[in-house]
């Protein structure tokens, strides 16, 4: 079992690019996450998916956008980066009702310059 | 919405001794504190975890205390060691899906 795989680890953008990180699980879990990490500030939630087809806005949703492709997969999308994005991106995915331990992938380090 | 707060930021020990880390949360619907431990460049993993029916919980030299009351929980790491040098975040579980993080609190083990 690989777990939570995101991809890519690492990725430099300009101002106004997009592009998409991808994360898959095989873990069979109902619920996905994806969290962005700052300095000093923790991990806060971008969006969230309870289940495949459902998608929610988390703590701090402007600027992204997410897909539930289908259970395994779960994405986000930025449309236009800005140098607020950058960060270390963080999928997660849990297996239990409502709330649960969270699997962690890797991470993708951003940076929009 | 919910917001957690966790003090200290930084937090150095000898090794051999213990290291206390303090939470507090604002919603009182939250019934679920997991605790996560995050190693140098690697990804966040969970160490314990404890629900609003419980008081307290062990697992070997890691301990976590919930007061629903006043809102605080607390990790508790007796006789440390080098390799619990990480930052370690405390989080609540209002339900609904969504688990809010502290900012964090960076432990180093002095040997």
């Known amino acids: 079992n690989a777990g939570v795989t995101q991809t890519p680890k690492f990725q430099v953008l300009k101002t106004g690019q997009s592009m998409t990180l991808q994360c898959a699980q095989d873990?069979?879990?109902?619920?996905m996450y994806w969290y962005r990490q700052d300095p000093g500030m923790g991990l806060r939630l971008i969006y969230y998916?309870?289940?495949?087809?459902?998608?929610d806005k988390g703590e701090v949703p402007n600027g992204y956008n997410v897909s539930r492709l289908n259970k395994r997969e779960f994405s986000l999308r930025l449309e236009s980066a800005a140098p607020s994005q950058t960060s270390v991106y963080f999928c997660a995915s849990s297996g239990q009702r409502n709330t649960g331990e969270l699997f962690f992938g890797e991470g993708s380090r951003l940076t929009v310059l | 919405g919910e917001n957690v707060e966790q003090h200290p930021s930084t937090l150095s020990v000898q090794e051999g001794d213990s290291a206390v880390i303090k939470c507090t949360y604002s919603?009182?619907?939250?019934?679920?504190f997991p605790w996560y431990k995050q190693e140098l460049g690697k990804r966040p993993q969970l160490i314990i975890d404890?629900?609003?029916?419980?008081g307290e919980k062990k697992d070997q030299r890691i301990a976590v205390t919930l007061n629903k009351t006043a809102k605080h929980f607390s990790l508790h790491i007796t006789e440390t060691q080098p390799e619990d040098s990480a930052v370690y975040f405390c989080a609540a579980s209002p339900g609904g899906f969504k688990t809010i993080f502290g900012a964090g609190t960076r432990l180093f083990v002095k040997a």
């Open positions: 404890i629900r609003s029916n419980v």
């Open positions: 873990m069979n879990h109902n619920s």
């Open positions: 998916s309870a289940s495949e087809g459902t998608t």
């Open positions: 919603d009182s619907a939250s019934n679920y």
